[in-house]
Nanobody, 124 residues
Framework: QVQLVESGGGLVQAGGSLRLSCAAS????????MGWFRQAPGKEREFVAAIRWSYSSTVYVDSVKGRFTISRDNSKNTVYLQMNSLKPEDTAVYYC?????????????????WGHGTQVTVSS
């Protein structure tokens, strides 16, 4: 079992920044990668970004490339999502996920474990 706890969500104006954190505990060694998904009201959950626990391989959905940066601190078993130049369309609940592999085409079906989510609201 892997437990994931997100933090760092909130309300920000368009153009602003937020940093999300995801603290992992339990059998974290069983996870190959960690990622972030988001779900906006009335929409399906979508992949945002992912990173391997080892090395520095990362993948992003096209809509956040150049604005979001995923990183990890292995000593703290924590993954971060730095979100800059936020847009109203980034408004969603953001979920941390433990993943068995790394791919730019990840879907919710690929996720081993989910966090409970943190709300990000971007006002125009």
């Amino acid at each position: 079992q892997v437990q994931l706890v997100e933090s760092g969500g909130g309300l920000v104006q368009a153009g602003g920044s937020l940093r999300l954190s995801c603290a992992a505990s339990g059998r974290t060694s069983s996870s190959y990668a960690m990622g972030w998904f988001r779900q906006a009201p009335g929409k399906e959950r979508e992949f945002v970004a992912a990173i391997r626990w080892s090395y520095s391989s990362t993948v992003y959905v096209d809509s956040v490339k150049g604005r979001f940066t995923i990183s990890r601190d292995n000593s703290k078993n924590t993954v971060y999502l730095q979100m800059n130049s936020l847009k109203p369309e980034d408004t969603a609940v953001y979920y941390c996920a433990a993943l068995p592999f790394l791919s730019a085409k990840l879907s919710g079906d690929n996720v081993d474990y989910w966090g409970h989510g943190t709300q990000v609201t971007v006002s125009s």
